[in-house]
């Protein structure tokens, strides 16, 4: 998609020329790449793809790349978090809308919580990030999810969106979206576009699943999931409002609130639990770019999180026979970035963007995070911490070289301790890619990383453990991107991508479920290493000038085991919840009238604890699904649905171990949109 101001003079008379309006330009060009040339590892979902595969959060999204195990405990309310190539969540950050979405208590993201309704693209990134334009932040983490709102101009100053979405297991989704565009009648490329919206959730889960009590010969039972319901709430106000080209503020405001049952796990005899969780989730944030010239670019960010937490458990084998904790956490967090470009390509052709030979740049960020709670005798942490980058990038007509160098200064700070403790640490990256030919490029990285400990790991009385270490990370990578031309007079183009990468991992923080969702159970692993490689493909067949298949596939291997002490039992065993192999498969036929989506993904044998032994196994499984959409238009309207058919063989494996998942299922999406 672009957008280009075009300003042409035509014939009028010998005297007089006419300024012509701007247009906007939408589709796919001719020669645009399947897969982005990258020295990263980057998959991207884009709109269109996500709205085919059977999506309804941001999680299910995530599934379909490559690398990524989602962790989900069981139907829509379950928490959902993501590792990426053995990496545990916490070394995932969340970009929404280049701001990272925080969690000092517990450093997971609950993917579930984020809707696709107002998402324009999704972007993983593994490694170092291209960008020289970034906050320090986006450099602190493994791997990088980057989610989009604000993708291109609409097409008319006005629009408005409604769906509602029904499906099994007494769910219920409606949603809203106002979107207003407006033009500045002096300044053509001055405009405002904001966008407000609105959406509920609530479902049951009561689904079926079959309980084995003990070997293949043992009894079973059918029973119900209990206490996994869920009710929801969120709005978000996007404002964008650019005062001339190269000069952007972005203001964004986000409230959610939930209240949700915490299933237990399917422990024999005693399966109904009476936890329940009530989270209010509200931030702020803004950011504001300027071009300054060819030369030098500046970013500031700022935002401002507060997330309160209500955990009850009415069972508790305490005193009082009840547990009711809440939590507080604050964040305040600002960023300042800047970039300089000492050395640019001369000559370029009319028209043509400006590319610079070399990229400098250096961010700065400061956060600070405290954790309230109403425990007698929690220790009331609070962290400060900054960030500060500095990141390199030079690129020519074949080869392209990034490099950062983060240095993170630490301080922790609890009510009962006199002197806070305080880390150093410096992190260096970079990554280099040759393009060997037009379609092909070969590229490395090499990336290390420095993770604290959350305030759940090292303070909370059911879980913390004082002793945890930080977890220090280092990453390789050797990756192949090789993408065929037009075949077959041009209905052929297929890309594929292959990467091969080492990870170690001192001092790696493992969490663990308890008896529920809330408590955990955390320790440090001394040592581990994880060997792994990735084969992503994409390939596009257009048979018909409105016809054409889409086919998307991943396949993952991973070995991820112990090696901190010979003689540990657990030595030389893959770590836990890790398979060796996993995968996905989708394919979208999209006809005139129809667009049909069938994908299945897959995911191999796993261990729930660090004993590779047969009592430890969590077996593999297959979930099969099938979507169908269909769009008309009505006086330039849109009018569409969206009928889901999910597990379609009807398994309730699991992903973690004694939290089934729902079996077959569906989900039927009606939706508007005026313009």
């Given at each position: ?53 059977p ?5 299910d999204a ?56 107002n998402?324009?693209?999704i ?50 989704n409606?949603?809203v ?15 405002l ?30 029973e ?5 319901d ?6 978000e ?20 609130t ?10 024999y ?9 009530g ?8 950011s ?12 500031l ?19 009082t ?12 967090y ?28 250096l ?7 405290q ?9 009331h942490?609070?962290r ?20 950062n ?16 403790t ?11 890619s ?6 092909i ?18 303070y ?28 077959w ?23 663990f ?57 657990t ?45 430890n ?27 889901e058919?999910?597990?379609l063989?009807d ?16 989900r ?8």
């Amino acid at each position: 998609m672009a957008l280009f101001p075009v300003f042409v003079k035509a014939q009028q008379d010998t005297t007089q020329s006419m300024q012509l309006n701007e247009v906007l330009i939408q589709g796919y060009g001719e020669n645009e790449s399947l897969v982005p040339f990258s020295t990263a590892a980057v998959q991207t979902l884009s709109t269109k793809e996500i709205q085919h595969l059977p999506t309804l959060q941001l999680s299910d999204a995530l599934k379909f790349m490559s690398g990524v195990v989602v962790k989900d405990y069981g139907g829509i309310g379950g928490l959902k978090t993501v590792s990426v190539r053995g990496l545990g969540s916490q070394h995932t950050g969340v970009l929404y809308d280049g701001i990272p979405l925080t969690d000092c208590q517990t450093g997971q993201i609950d993917l579930g919580k984020l809707s696709l309704e107002n998402v324009s693209a999704i972007e993983l990134t593994v490694g170092t990030d291209e960008h020289v334009l970034l906050p320090a932040r986006a450099h602190s983490y493994s791997n990088l999810i980057k989610i989009s709102t604000f993708h291109t101009l609409p097409l008319k100053p006005v629009q408005l969106k409604a769906s509602y979405t029904i499906g099994s297991y007494g769910l219920y989704n409606p949603m809203v979206q106002f979107t207003h565009l407006v033009k500045s009648k002096k300044q053509s490329q001055r405009y405002l576009l904001w966008s407000l919206n609105a959406q509920f959730l609530q479902s049951e889960g009561n689904y079926p699943y079959l309980l084995h009590y003990g070997g293949a010969t043992d009894s079973v039972s059918h029973e119900i999931r209990q206490n996994t319901d869920i009710s929801t709430f969120s709005t978000e106000l996007n404002a964008l409002y650019q005062v001339r080209q190269g000069e952007q503020l972005s203001v964004k405001g986000y409230f959610y609130t939930s209240d949700r049952g915490l299933p237990k796990a399917t422990t024999y005899y005693h399966l109904h639990g009476h936890q329940r969780l009530g989270n209010r989730n509200g931030f702020g944030q803004m950011s504001y770019r300027k071009l300054f010239n060819s030369r030098w670019s500046y970013l500031l960010n700022a935002k401002f999180n507060y997330d309160y937490t209500h955990y009850l458990d009415p069972d508790y084998l305490n005193e009082t026979h009840c547990l009711d904790n809440t939590y507080e956490q604050y964040e305040g967090y600002l960023s300042n970035a800047v970039s300089f470009a000492p050395l640019h390509q001369k000559g370029e052709e009319p028209g043509r963007v400006l590319r610079h030979d070399l990229l400098l740049g250096l961010a700065n960020d400061l956060f600070y995070d405290q954790l309230e709670s109403d425990n007698i005798d929690y220790e009331h942490p609070a962290r400060f911490t900054s960030l500060t980058a500095l990141t390199a990038r030079y690129d020519s007509r074949r080869v392209t070289i990034n490099g950062n160098l983060l240095f993170t200064a630490v301080r922790n700070m609890a009510q009962d301790t006199a002197v806070g403790t305080a880390y150093l640490h410096l992190s260096p990256a970079l990554s280099i890619s040759w393009r060997a030919h037009k379609h092909i490029q070969l590229r490395a990285f090499y990336k290390d990383i420095f993770r604290m400990p959350t305030f759940n790991d090292l303070y909370y009385r059911e879980v913390g453990n004082l002793r945890l270490k930080p977890e220090k990370t280092q990453q390789w990578d050797l990756g192949l991107i090789i993408e065929t031309p037009k075949l077959w007079r041009g209905t052929f183009n297929m890309a594929v991508t292959l990467d091969g990468y080492y990870n170690i991992v001192r001092d790696k923080i493992v969490a663990f479920p308890t008896h529920n969702l809330f408590s955990w159970s955390m320790l440090n692993y001394g040592l581990v290493h994880i060997a792994g490689a990735e084969l992503n493909l994409k390939a596009i067949y257009t048979f018909h000038r409105d016809c054409h298949l889409i086919v998307n596939g991943n396949c993952t291997f991973q070995h991820a085991v112990d090696r901190t002490s010979v003689d540990s039992p657990t030595y030389g065993h893959q770590i836990p919840y890790t398979p060796l192999w996993s995968g996905s498969v989708s394919a979208t036929l999209h006809l005139p009238f129809v667009s049909v989506t069938y994908a299945v993904m897959l995911c191999g044998d796993r261990y729930a604890l660090g004993e590779n032994i047969p009592a430890n196994l969590v077996a593999g499984y297959a979930d099969h699904s099938l979507s169908i959409q269909h769009e008309t238009l009505i006086k330039g309207h849109t009018l569409g649905f969206k009928f889901e058919l999910l597990n379609l063989s009807d398994r309730n494996y699991e992903i973690v171990r004694n939290y089934p998942m729902q079996g077959s299922g569906f989900r039927l999406k009606i939706y508007y949109q005026f313009q």
